[in-house]
């Protein structure tokens, strides 16, 4: 980023300060109020990924409640789409397509919301926008630090595994273009590939590693989640499915499910 870009800079600026002044402190949905408590207890469940708490935690300390949270995702977000737009040519639309797209009124709303999936896109916008800088400007820091960042996206929700695994995989192309190798018999479609899969079954087993460390109460989300659609197929097909070792006395009636 040269100094050519200064008007960028400086629009992606006032839209962070412009958002912080509309919507601050944040808005807090249920989750979000049960992350914050986990944050200050100290006792992180896996029902929310831990990960998020903790860094709430550190936030916390700084502005307390919603605040600093809230004032994170608004940098991740204006800035990743701030720096996408820097790679927009001709120069007049970087700073037209950062205010069509951020004040996009079904975009721009969702800033208000402090909850998982803001910090999800935020991460993954602003880690992707890296990824392609690190390219550009051939630099492995920059790349790593992409790397990060589309990992503590993927931490954020458990299914955001889904959108992280394609962006690994793009990484692995970059990360070619960085290094070239050509000692491996492999073309550079199924080369960059494995080097993608190698980051992202890395990034998957720090971020693991990451999250059990800090956890301290296991909820088994997933178990519970196929548990909700054992229940929605039971009723659409008005047969129990319903393992038998869930019920407490006896078998729930369809309309105990029903409720």
């Known amino acids: 980023m040269t100094s050519k870009n200064l008007p960028l800079i400086l629009i992606v600026l006032a839209c962070i300060a412009l958002t912080i002044f509309i919507f601050q402190p944040g808005y807090l949905n249920a989750d979000a109020v049960d992350q914050l408590g986990q944050a200050r207890s100290g006792q992180y469940s896996d029902w929310h990924p831990p990960v998020m708490s903790w860094v709430w935690s550190l936030l916390d300390k700084i502005a307390p409640g919603a605040l600093g949270m809230f004032i994170l995702q608004v940098i991740l977000f204006w800035s990743g789409l701030g720096l996408l737009a820097a790679f927009v040519t001709p120069k007049p639309l ?6 069509l797209i951020g004040f996009y009124p079904p975009l721009f709303m969702l800033l208000s919301a402090v909850i998982k999936d803001i910090l999800m896109a935020a991460s993954f ?30 931490l954020t929700r458990h299914n955001a595994i889904l959108i992280a695994a394609p962006l690994f995989l793009y990484a692995g192309f970059i990360f070619l273009d960085l290094k ?29 590693a990451w999250s059990g460390s800090i956890t301290r109460i296991e909820s088994y989300p997933i178990q519970q989640i ?13 047969t129990d499915f319903i393992p038998d070792y869930l019920a407490a006395t006896e078998q729930p009636s369809m309309g105990d499910l029903r409720r």
Do not use: C
Request: aromatic share 14%.
């Open 94 to 99: 970087k700073q037209i397509l950062i205010v």
């Open 125 to 154: 916008l602003i880690g992707f926008a890296i990824l392609l800088w690190a390219g550009r400007q051939r630099s492995l820091p920059l790349f790593f630090l992409s790397l990060f960042l589309i990992m503590f996206g993927m």
């Open 180 to 208: 070239p190798i050509k000692i491996v018999p492999l073309s550079p479609l199924w080369l960059g590939l494995t080097i993608g899969a190698f980051f992202f079954a890395l990034a998957f087993l720090l971020g693991r």
């Open 226 to 238: 196929m548990v909700h659609d054992l229940t929605a197929i039971t009723l659409r097909l008005k």
